[in-house]
């Protein structure tokens, strides 16, 4: 299975999926102004078991998640809002609507800085309060009295991203706090001079060891030796 981000040219699947499982459905145009707008949010779940016989064959989309950010949020701050996921039934309990919306949720974070997150859904569907309640740990915030066409009321629903934020920052300093293998050269190999540095700024320093040295600089040494010779 392989969930990517949503194209254009996947709009015609991702509304057959839609039509199939959900009463709420959209014109391709919708689809498409999210794809446009915010390219980064939308996902798709592709079951490549099914090998394509020539290179037009159609992916076969078992699953996707609808996303894009609030232009004019009332509480003026930045979030995200999921406007549709599904899963067609014959690829359920096998986790992709979790899979899909995590990628979008952490879409939302590092490339729109959202806090958090809001979506809508009908007070009779179970199964999707289960899963955004139980397994992804929304929140319901109030119900929304009427809030589908056919006179059903919604709950609105949150979750605070600010989890996938500490992710990003953790990953980060793992970074930042990489080892070289051997031991320490040039000036950091010095005793005494290396640790002083250390206990200051508290952070392990990464240094150029064996071929990590520049051409230039090997070339540089060779002529001081034979300079001192």
Request: with cysteine; hydrophobic share 35%; net charge negative.
């Amino acid at each position: 299975m392989d969930i990517r981000v949503l194209r254009p040219s996947d709009i015609p699947h991702v509304q057959t999926a839609n039509i199939t499982n959900l009463p709420e459905n959209y014109f391709c145009k919708y689809y498409l102004y999210h794809a446009l707008s915010w390219p980064q949010l939308s996902y798709v779940a592709v079951d490549s078991s099914r090998p394509q016989k020539t290179p037009y064959d159609p992916p076969r989309i078992v699953g996707y998640v609808l996303a894009k950010m609030e232009e004019d949020p009332p509480d003026g701050v930045q979030h995200g809002h999921i406007t549709s996921l599904s899963v067609m039934r014959t690829h359920r309990r096998l986790g992709l609507a979790e899979k899909l919306m995590k990628q979008s949720q952490r879409a939302m974070v590092e490339t729109f800085g959202a806090q958090y997150v809001s979506l809508h859904v009908r007070m009779s569907n179970v199964a999707a309060l289960r899963l955004y309640r139980d397994t992804l740990g929304f929140k319901i915030e109030k119900v929304e009295a009427k809030y589908y066409a056919d006179g059903e009321d919604a709950y609105s629903m949150k979750m605070d991203l600010g989890f996938i934020r500490e992710q990003a920052l953790d990953a980060e300093d793992e970074e930042e706090e990489v080892l070289d293998e051997g031991e320490e050269v040039g000036d950091a190999g010095k005793k005494g001079e290396g640790e002083a540095e250390k206990k200051k700024s508290g952070k392990k320093r990464k240094v150029k060891v064996g071929r990590g040295l520049g051409v230039g600089d090997l070339v540089e040494r060779n002529e001081a030796k034979e300079a001192v010779v």
